[in-house]
């Protein structure tokens, strides 16, 4: 018996998805030499510090769940189904919706539980930013959660920004998260808040002066991690 076909809507987030994965891999491949190289803060803003340990801990994290969902898609696939764009649904005012009449006692709601954020929005500072799911974990988070916001958890946690890519990769990714439920304005209000962060670390270091961080011209951008991400990546040089 053949393989099904990928239907078209998960092949395209696959493809997102590969170079996101072929992105982690070089990063961790080549971050040990790059993180001297002083346009490599240009990089590491994305994260909210320089501190490379960190940074390649969130590049794993954010590389299991996009194998996670790699592998999801796929099986997705294999049954036939294709990904649904997930546009809010528009809820008409039932019977059943409408108030009840006269003054009916509500039942006291239950106190909600605390709410536990995901740690690929936490900064560094935060104890739970370190916290790595196990598989199993990944595996259902992947399924419960909308494709788009598992995207938009990954680019956090790669250090992935509209700057760092190459253009027509980013309109994928925009893409990608506008159609499967993933918020574009959560994604730049945590980079922002990271970058500030960023900022005050390097205002306790002198010595990080002479490079502006916010330079994101194609060379600079090279020179920090290779290559624009979507780009295809040099040859990694065996030592």
Not at 40 to 56: D, Q, R, Y
Not at 72 to 88: I, T
Not at 202 to 214: A, E, K, L, Y
Request: proline share 10%.
């Amino acid at each position: 018996m053949e393989p099904r076909p990928i239907p078209g809507r998960i092949g395209a987030v696959l493809h997102v998805l590969a170079v996101l994965i072929g992105h982690a891999r070089q990063f961790a491949a080549t971050a040990a030499a790059r993180a001297y190289v002083p346009e490599f803060a240009s990089a590491a803003a994305v994260f909210g510090t320089e501190h490379l340990p960190t940074i390649l801990h969130r590049m794993q994290r954010g590389m299991l769940r996009a194998l996670a969902l790699r592998d999801y898609l796929v099986a997705r696939a294999a049954r036939g189904r294709n990904l649904r764009f997930a546009w809010p649904p528009r809820v008409e005012l039932l019977p059943r919706h409408c108030p009840p009449v006269g003054p009916a006692r509500r039942p006291r709601a239950a106190p909600p539980l605390p709410r536990r954020y995901d740690p690929a929005l936490l900064d560094s500072g935060d104890p739970d930013a370190s916290r790595l799911p196990s598989p199993e974990e990944l595996a259902a988070e992947v399924r419960r959660r909308p494709v788009g916001r598992t995207i938009a958890y990954i680019c956090l946690d790669l250090g992935i920004a509209p700057g760092l890519c190459e253009g027509e990769f980013w309109n994928r990714v925009e893409k990608t998260l506008r159609r499967y439920g993933g918020s574009l304005g959560r994604l730049y209000q945590v980079r922002a808040r990271r970058e500030d962060a960023f900022q005050r670390e390097r205002d306790r270091r002198s010595d990080t002066w002479h490079i502006d961080w916010r330079d994101l011209r194609p060379s600079t951008v090279r020179l920090a991690l290779g290559c624009l991400i979507g780009e295809t990546p040099p040859a990694i040089v065996p030592s």
